[in-house]
């Protein structure tokens, strides 16, 4: 009775379905154990990770603190990266003694010859980190190399390099990135300005002589940093720009630079510019300069058709030093425009001068 089953004819798809059964659990506890092996390996390398990671945090630390190094330290090859990752990351918060330092260390253990390779490595994020470590190491030897990667079609890796520039040499690096700066503007303008204050007081002289030649777009373009720029270095750019250039936004960028310390041509023109933008910023700048003989100039702006040269108009005006509440309250019942008083009551309010 026993051996009924099988002597049906449906013994053979029996037999299968048991094979089968017994092969789908072998597989199954194969993927268990190859699961568990991988999740072994990768407890094992997470703790020699976090044991090469705590022993070059300590061998960084000394060096930033100016403890003794450690003698007879070695750069293993399988330590490379984790240490160099540490050392970007340290260096970029260091200055001084402590970023000489570690320098040092970087050097002694070979660092500059590893970075250099991986400068034209194909993974962008190890290429990204070694030229940042190029320009922490501060090597002339560089800047060559580094040069030419600004021009590298990758915004990143090119502005990156802009920057390991400004690290190496501040006054060669002002020289040779502001004219690149108008054909670069992948480049995000807040890396733009971080490099340009990086490099300080050498960006002043190559940006006034690259936007008086340049052209008028990308003299407009450039105009925008020339605000971390001394302000003579400001002041003088303007005058040359509204003298001698007549594109609104030339003009517009050249007020906006202005500082306010100088006089400047053409004000009574640019105030009644056709492009709202341009007066706009001339009503800013006669606000900055604070002279109390231009509270009529701003007078008659604020019943201008856009409202922003209205709104910027009434803010100089009620900032202007020589006008009193009493002088505002005056001029305020002698405006005939309603869009006028509304203005200037709008920034009387915000300036909480009543």
Request: glycine share 4%; no cysteine; hydrophobic share 50%.
């Amino acid at each position: 009775m026993l051996d009924f089953p099988f002597a049906l004819g449906s013994s053979a798809s029996v037999s299968a379905a048991l094979w089968m059964t017994i092969a789908s659990i072998a597989a199954s506890l194969l993927l268990l154990l190859y699961t568990l092996e991988l999740r072994l390996r990768r407890r094992l390398r997470e703790r020699r990770r976090a044991s090469v990671i705590a022993h070059w945090r300590a061998v960084i630390a000394d060096a930033v603190t100016g403890a003794v190094v450690r003698k007879s330290q070695k750069l293993r090859r399988n330590e490379r990266q984790e240490f160099l990752r540490l050392w970007v990351y340290t260096r970029s918060m260091v200055e001084g003694a402590a970023a000489e330092r570690l320098i040092a260390l970087a050097r002694g253990l070979g660092l500059p010859e590893l970075v250099r390779r991986q400068t034209n490595n194909a993974h962008v994020g190890v290429r990204l980190m070694a030229i940042q470590a190029q320009g922490f190491l501060r090597d002339p030897a560089n800047f060559a190399e580094l040069a030419a990667a600004t021009d590298d079609a990758n915004a990143f890796v090119s502005v990156v390099a802009a920057e390991a520039l400004v690290a190496i040499d501040a006054d060669r690096a002002a020289a040779r990135l502001i004219p690149k700066i108008p054909s670069r503007r992948d480049w995000p303008r807040t890396h733009v300005f971080k490099l340009l204050q990086r490099a300080g007081s050498a960006v002043g002289e190559p940006l006034y002589r690259h936007i008086r030649a340049a052209t008028d777009d990308d003299a407009a373009y450039l105009l925008q940093f020339a605000e971390i720029a001394e302000f003579d270095v400001r002041d003088a750019l303007a005058v040359e720009m509204l003298r001698s250039r007549d594109a609104p936004e030339v003009l517009a960028a050249a007020l906006k630079v202005a500082t306010g310390h100088a006089p400047v041509p053409r004000i009574d023109e640019l105030l009644a510019h056709p492009a709202w933008y341009v007066r706009m910023q001339a009503a800013k700048l006669l606000g900055r300069m604070g002279r109390t003989e231009d509270a009529g100039r701003l007078e008659k702006l604020l019943a201008d058709k856009e409202w922003w040269v209205r709104y910027r108009a009434a803010k100089a005006l009620v900032g202007l030093s020589g006008v009193t509440v009493a002088d505002l309250e005056q001029i305020r019942l002698s405006l005939q425009d309603h869009y006028a008083r509304d203005i200037l009551d709008q920034a009387i309010a915000e300036a909480g001068v009543r």
